[in-house]
């Protein structure tokens, strides 16, 4: 379940984020709508993702031959009831920025069983073969 935060200005952004990070989410966990692109130098170097409901310029094209809303093309990703949709929608119309955080409940086990970052028994010798990792195999 993802929590959408409401906020006015670019500098409640950060507040908003700082709020959300001190209640356990983490960084990669958030997103910052938009309706234009933003440019936020604080945010320049973190995992926050920034997504501008308005696209590139191909996707402004394909919206005008395809007729598709941009908002609701973002807000779709959140399952949201047709009324949740039109109020976030109209937030973001209305040059306001939505802060959403959604735990991440997905598994990262296989990530750390192939990958030899997280091998704990490192070969010993002073050679190295691809055979003597757990990892993948070119």
Same mark, same amino acid.
Do not use: C, R
């Given at each position: 379940? &993802?929590?959408f $935060?409401?906020?006015?200005?670019k500098?409640?952004?950060?507040d *908003?984020i700082?709020?959300?990070?001190?209640e356990?989410?983490?960084?990669?966990?958030m997103?910052?709508?938009?309706?234009t692109k933003?440019h936020?130098?604080?945010?320049?170097? #973190?995992?926050?993702n920034? $997504?501008?409901t308005?696209?590139?310029?191909?996707?402004k094209?394909a919206?005008?031959? =395809?007729?598709?809303?941009?908002?609701e093309? +973002?807000l779709?990703h /959140? %399952?949201? &009831?047709?009324?949740?949709? &039109?109020r /976030?929608?109209?937030e973001?119309l209305?040059? @306001? /920025?939505?802060?959403?955080a $959604? %735990?991440? $409940?997905t #598994?990262h +086990?296989e *990530?750390e %069983? *192939?990958?030899?970052?997280f091998e =704990? @028994?490192p =070969?010993?010798s002073?050679?190295h073969?691809s055979e003597?990792t757990?990892?993948p195999?070119s």
């Open positions: 379940m &993802s929590e $935060t409401i906020v006015q200005n500098e409640g952004i950060i *908003a700082k709020s959300k990070l001190s356990g989410y983490k960084e990669s966990e997103t910052v709508i938009s309706k933003l936020i130098e604080a945010l320049h170097d #973190s995992e926050v920034l $997504t501008a308005s696209g590139s310029f191909s996707d094209m919206k005008i031959l =395809t007729g598709e809303d941009g908002e093309a +973002v779709a /959140y %399952k949201l &009831s047709d009324e949740e949709m &039109s /976030y929608k109209k973001i209305n040059d @306001n /920025y939505l802060v959403v $959604t %735990k991440d $409940t #598994s +086990v *990530a %069983k *192939a990958n030899v970052a =704990t @028994n =070969t010993k002073d050679s073969y003597e757990n990892g195999k």
